[in-house]
């Protein structure tokens, strides 16, 4: 097809998608991107930013793209932080297999996958019970209290600290450079100056601590991912230094503002509806189902950039080699082509496994389908299991709760509640 007839396939930009681009990509739309995401779905599959990125809208175009080696992750650096020079590439964004393509990302993936297997995972359920009783009883002793602050952050964080093997003297200072790693996944260009300088701070910060850590478990390995991953072999490989240190940071971040996320959105989302509360009382096996639907409606990470390996077709455009296209998974996840009554919380929609619902992109799919993915349902299941046991209510203080600026890993700055003992 003649790239310059296919490339028709963009739609125009009016006012309306103009605006909703602006909603959805800029901080001001925080609190609900998805009005925005709609409106570009129905206006079109497919949509051009003011500098020039591509927009996948909907969920067959942006599940194909996430299944195919076609488009690669690889090039995200350069797209989506071009202040960052190649030289310190390493040292401000610490390149993980979470950024690689085959054949280093599957090495890597491999090693990584062999120090995190599902038994470890499995191991952990009754330590996150114990953790998440005494979270749920400070939460019951406060009465009113900010749930971001006394549950969503703590729950993720303790258990990737102990899993990874970070001591408690050093939580405090791991949270926040965690917090401001995840805010340097944004686009460059949205970014206020202070928050690309933290970025980089925290980079360098995290790798001196991770290089520490390292060195004291070569002396003396412990129970832990950091031990475990500085043994493994895979046919005479070894994870270098360097990859091992962005692989615990990735691993970290990754796993933490994301599920911590998930934790605050996806209770609120509960919140306002507390007939699905009720369904889980009723029907307790659900809270094995319900985190994949609260993932579907508010993923942690709201958007997901690919560049093409090879020219190709999506959407009716054809994208050059090198070519980059971003993802909506908000959009996706919310397609109404894909999910029946999209936008309602259905606490079921995956509790039947004759009819399973469509598999969200929440946690992405293909080869960098999210490592972690068990252990942060596994933490939401049993959040839930613990909230629905001991707590009668759990209601919002506010309408109008804050949310971070953040647009990639979106969550909420606080969640003020009332809860009440069962
Ligand atoms: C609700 C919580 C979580 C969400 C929403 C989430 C989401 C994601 C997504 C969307 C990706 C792929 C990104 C892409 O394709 O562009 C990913 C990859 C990854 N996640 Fe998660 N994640 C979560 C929790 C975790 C946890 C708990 C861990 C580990 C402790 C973790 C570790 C990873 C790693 C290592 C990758 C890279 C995989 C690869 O490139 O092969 N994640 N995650």
């Not at 488009?71 to 020079?85: C, R």
């Not at 003396?220 to 990859?243: C, I, K, N």
Request: aromatic share 6%.
């Amino acid at each position: 097809m003649d790239p310059a007839q296919s490339n028709t396939a963009v739609a125009e930009p009016d006012s309306a998608v103009a605006a909703a681009l602006a909603r959805l990509l800029g901080p001001e739309g925080r609190p609900d991107p998805y009005a925005a995401a709609a409106v570009l779905r129905e206006a079109g599959p497919l949509h051009q930013t003011p500098i020039g990125h591509h927009v996948l809208t909907r969920y067959e175009d942006c599940a194909a793209v996430l299944s195919t080696t076609a488009w690669s992750h690889a090039e995200e650096a350069g797209m989506m932080h071009p202040t960052v020079s190649p030289e310190n590439a390493p040292e401000e964004l610490p390149t993980s297999f979470l950024w690689m393509e085959p054949p280093d990302h599957t090495r890597l993936r491999n090693l990584v996958t062999k120090g995190f297997t599902p038994r470890m995972v499995t191991r952990l359920r009754p330590r996150i019970t114990e953790l998440t009783e005494q979270l749920v009883d400070n939460a019951l002793a406060a009465g009113e209290f900010d749930l971001v602050e006394t549950i969503a952050y703590p729950l993720p964080l303790i258990i990737a600290c102990e899993l990874i093997g970070v001591p408690s003297e050093a939580y405090e200072q791991v949270h926040r450079w965690s917090q401001d790693l995840a805010r340097g996944f944004d686009h460059d260009y949205t970014l206020p100056p202070e928050a690309l300088t933290a970025r980089s701070a925290a980079s360098r910060g995290f790798m001196g601590y991770f290089r520490e850590l390292l060195n004291e478990r070569r002396a003396r390995p412990a129970d832990d991912l950091l031990s475990a991953l500085s043994l493994v072999e895979d046919r005479g490989d070894v994870l270098t230094e360097q990859e091992l240190l962005a692989t615990c940071i990735t691993t970290f971040v990754a796993g933490h503002e994301t599920t911590a996320n998930l934790v605050g959105t996806g209770l609120l989302q509960l919140m306002r509806n507390p007939d699905q509360f009720e369904r889980m009382r009723a029907q307790p096996g659900l809270t094995e189902y319900a985190p994949d639907e609260l993932l579907r409606l508010e993923p942690s990470v709201q958007i997901t950039t690919r560049a093409a390996t090879r020219p190709i077709e999506v959407a009716g455009h054809r994208f050059e080699t090198g070519e980059g296209v971003v993802v909506l998974i908000n959009s996706a996840n919310r397609d109404p082509r894909a999910y029946a009554d999209p936008d309602r919380v259905d606490v079921a929609r995956y509790a039947d496994p004759h009819h399973p619902a469509k598999k969200h992109l929440g946690f992405s799919l293909g080869i960098h389908y999210c490592l972690g993915a068990p252990l942060a349902l596994l933490e939401m299941e049993i959040l839930l299991d613990v909230l629905l046991r001991r707590a009668r209510t759990l209601e919002p203080l506010t309408e109008n709760p804050p949310y971070k600026p953040n647009v990639v890993i979106r969550g909420l700055e606080a969640l003020p509640v009332r809860i009440t003992p069962a």
